[in-house]
């Protein structure tokens, strides 16, 4: 497990059962010394069905009472209203408090949560220091460890209360987190419950999780969360690390108040501390913010963007252009092949978002990765030209049965095609001849697949999905695909190829005029399976755009408009893509608008992709219905989507394989 706790998948699922499942009046019969859940301030006897094993009380060399209490496996006490309220006997070794944190769970999205300390917990007028939170500036409705700043000098040895009240107009629950597990040398957990107890009430064995001074590893985002909005768990991963031959995903749990390091893949930890992947290793570290290693890494990833080119119009797509050929750069492994994401059903290397990574990277700069991803494209093509649907990272085959797909004859003959144009002059021949052989492989199994009507067979298409007609899917990026092959031909001198590719294109672009185009370039040939945003693929930097297109452009993203302001892949009536939006077929239209002039459009629709990066500014493979980023996070086909629109939008536009 990468995080050293396995917090995500272990501890915070039962933590949010726990709390965002349990109603403020009702669940199984109480625990020792403790009130029904029947009465007002009980969310605190129900353990969550998997609990994590309690861990045994670290070992202090002062001789004062046990003052902080890490163990938070129950939801304790409602913390919720005035009739509500929850304290922690504690003493201190020292003469400040600079902070507190207490583990808390809340369903309510607004309101507040304050913290006091107390010298005496029933009386507001012994307060020494109070802090208070607002539930909107932690992300609404979560679990976690949440943190105090508390400035307050003490005195060592003497007893104080840590008093923890909230508030929320809403009929949900805000809860206290503990164990009721015996904790040796702790002081006691109070519950005020003015309902049941009729006030102030002491629990002979429940204690409340708190830290009193936490520092390094008992801060949060080290080793446990902290506060983790409900919302940032619609994804699986929010982030990257990476030391450039191994990758490690961070869990959302993991990246609540921390920032990567700028210019780099090293995360800023809300302790000051930094987490990495040192070179050679497989799992993070956290290390001081002036490690030597880290400190290397971020100059070493700062050196390689500035080898290439950041596009952006305005600072703040810089810093997502940036983000996105760092997020690139950690999905792709040292023999070419490129994961589509960092989670395991996306930990991949399909064709297709490989194809459009190193357009990205080789229109921005980085040669040596665009070719290193070629590359294995070659080492990876079958006998018969074509590509698997995807591979494992290690090139040794498919993952499954899943069918095979033909359209990436299509994207990587273009890819090829786009690095060559940009490709330094010195050697960019002698390398083109070594990728030749997969090139001339993939446009004959192509040309040799059209049909009479000039199209190709019904194929799984970037759905993932079969289809039982031709569909526009495959169509387009073949012969984006062909046009780029007997262009290659004739930069290589060999018109024998270029003829037979060229003629190949001409009667797939006729079979797509005839079939797609009358009925605005729909999902199949049929037009009975809907609107597909692979409309797009029609459009440059793909193919030179029809004069019909624009139109159908229109009118097919207003077709596939959800209400979160993204965009569905396709209205096709046999399969529901429900409420959420995909970031790869919005920006579809804001590459295709970009390099058709209509920039303002273009603007506006990465305006909304940018929108939803989370908050490490990763860019999310779906937006769900909430507007809430989801599955994955980095996804590195959006990433390499944004950098081609960016490069358009600041004067630099990629050019579409010419018509031979």
């Known amino acids: 497990m990468p995080f050293a706790t396995g917090v995500l998948p272990t501890v915070l699922p039962a933590v949010l059962s726990a709390v965002l499942s349990l109603p403020p009046a009702a669940g199984p019969p109480a625990g020792p010394g403790l009130p029904p859940v029947s009465g007002p301030g009980a969310v605190h006897t129900r353990a969550p069905a998997q609990a994590p094993a309690a861990r045994p009380a670290p070992v202090r060399a002062l001789a004062v009472p046990y003052d902080r209490q890490p163990l938070h496996g129950?939801?304790?006490?409602?913390?919720?209203?005035?009739?509500?309220?929850?304290?922690?006997?504690?003493?201190?070794?020292?003469?400040?408090?600079?902070?507190?944190?207490?583990?808390?769970?809340?369903?309510?999205?607004?309101?507040?949560?304050?913290?006091?300390?107390?010298?005496?917990?029933?009386?507001?007028?012994?307060?020494?220091?109070?802090?208070?939170?607002?539930?909107?500036?932690?992300?609404?409705?979560?679990?976690?460890?949440?943190?105090?700043?508390?400035?307050?000098?003490?005195?060592?040895?003497?007893?104080?209360?840590?008093?923890l009240q909230a508030a929320t107009s809403e009929n949900r629950t805000i809860a206290w987190y503990g164990t009721t597990t015996p904790v040796a040398d702790s002081l006691t957990s109070w519950n005020y419950d003015a309902a049941y107890w009729g006030g102030w009430h002491p629990s002979a064995s429940s204690r409340l999780a708190f830290r009193v001074n936490p520092a390094d590893t008992e801060r949060c985002g080290e080793t446990e969360p902290c506060y983790v909005p409900a919302s940032a768990l619609a994804a699986r991963t929010a982030g990257l690390l990476s030391n450039g031959t191994t990758t490690e995903a961070v869990p959302p749990?993991?990246?609540?108040?921390?920032?990567?390091?700028?210019?780099?893949?090293?995360?800023?930890?809300?302790?000051?501390?930094?987490?990495?992947?040192?070179?050679?290793?497989?799992?993070?570290?956290?290390?001081?913010?002036?490690?030597?290693?880290?400190?290397?890494?971020?100059?070493?990833?700062?050196?390689?963007?500035?080898?290439?080119?950041?596009?952006?119009?305005?600072?703040?797509?810089?810093?997502?252009?940036?983000?996105?050929?760092?997020?690139?750069?950690?999905?792709?492994?040292?023999?070419?092949?490129?994961?589509?994401?960092?989670?395991?059903?996306?930990?991949?290397?399909?064709?297709?978002?490989?194809?459009?990574?190193?357009?990205?990277?080789?229109?921005?700069?980085?040669?040596?990765?665009?070719?290193?991803?070629?590359?294995?494209?070659?080492?990876?093509?079958?006998?018969?030209?074509?590509?698997?649907?995807?591979?494992?990272?290690?090139?040794?085959?498919?993952?499954?049965?899943?069918?095979?797909?033909?359209?990436?004859?299509?994207?990587?003959?273009?890819?090829?095609?786009?690095?060559?144009?940009?490709?330094?002059?010195?050697?960019?021949?002698?390398?083109?001849?070594?990728?030749?052989?997969?090139?001339?492989?993939?446009?004959?199994?192509?040309?040799?697949s059209l049909g009479a009507d000039g199209l190709p067979p019904a194929s799984p298409d970037y759905w993932e999905l079969g289809t039982d007609t031709p569909n526009i899917g495959t169509a387009a990026p073949l012969l984006a695909g062909l046009n780029a092959a007997a262009d290659l031909a004739e930069r290589l001198g060999q018109p024998q190829d270029r003829d037979r590719w060229g003629l190949a294109a001409r009667r797939l672009s006729d079979g797509i005029a005839a079939s797609f185009a009358p009925l605005g370039y729909p999902r199949t040939a049929d037009g009975q399976h809907g609107r597909d945003s692979a409309a797009a693929f029609m459009a440059p930097p793909v193919n030179t755009a029809p004069a019909d297109l624009p139109a159908a452009l229109d009118s097919t993203q207003q077709a596939l408009l959800l209400p979160n302001g993204g965009l569905s892949p396709g209205n096709d009536p046999g399969l529901s893509w429900g409420s959420y939006a995909w970031t790869a077929s919005t920006s579809f239209f804001a590459l295709a608008w970009a390099h058709l002039g209509e920039t303002g459009r273009a603007q506006e629709v990465l305006d909304w992709v940018l929108s939803k990066r989370n908050g490490l500014g990763e860019l999310p493979e779906t937006v769900n219905g909430s507007g809430d980023p989801s599955s994955v996070a980095p996804l590195g086909w959006t990433g390499a989507l944004l950098l081609m629109t960016e490069l358009a939008l600041e004067g630099s536009p990629l050019p579409a394989p010419p018509m031979r």
Not at 84 to 111: C, D, H, K, M, P
Not at 300 to 305: G, I, P
């Open 253 to 448: 749990s993991f990246a609540v108040g921390a920032a990567y390091v700028d210019g780099s893949n090293v995360l800023a930890l809300p302790s000051g501390r930094r987490r990495y992947l040192p070179a050679g290793a497989r799992t993070s570290a956290v290390v001081p913010a002036d490690d030597p290693g880290a400190l290397a890494q971020i100059a070493e990833s700062r050196a390689w963007l500035a080898a290439g080119h950041v596009p952006g119009t305005t600072a703040d797509r810089r810093a997502a252009a940036q983000r996105a050929l760092l997020s690139m750069r950690a999905l792709l492994r040292p023999n070419g092949a490129f994961a589509a994401a960092w989670s395991p059903p996306w930990e991949y290397s399909w064709p297709r978002d490989g194809a459009y990574a190193a357009v990205a990277f080789a229109a921005t700069g980085h040669d040596e990765e665009a070719y290193r991803i070629l590359r294995y494209d070659a080492e990876t093509q079958r006998a018969d030209g074509t590509w698997e649907a995807r591979t494992k990272l290690d090139g040794s085959g498919p993952p499954d049965s899943r069918a095979w797909q033909l359209d990436g004859n299509g994207w990587v003959p273009w890819a090829t095609w786009q690095w060559y144009r940009v490709a330094p002059p010195a050697d960019r021949d002698e390398r083109l001849r070594e990728l030749y052989p997969m090139v001339r492989k993939a446009a004959d199994h192509a040309a040799a």
């Open 74 to 163: 129950t939801a304790l006490f409602s913390v919720k209203a005035a009739n509500n309220a929850a304290s922690q006997e504690f003493t201190v070794a020292t003469t400040r408090i600079s902070r507190v944190s207490v583990y808390l769970g809340s369903t309510a999205a607004t309101g507040w949560v304050t913290a006091q300390i107390r010298r005496d917990k029933a009386d507001a007028a012994s307060v020494l220091a109070s802090r208070t939170l607002t539930l909107e500036s932690l992300g609404g409705a979560g679990t976690g460890w949440l943190e105090f700043p508390i400035g307050l000098d003490v005195t060592p040895g003497a007893t104080y209360h840590l008093h």
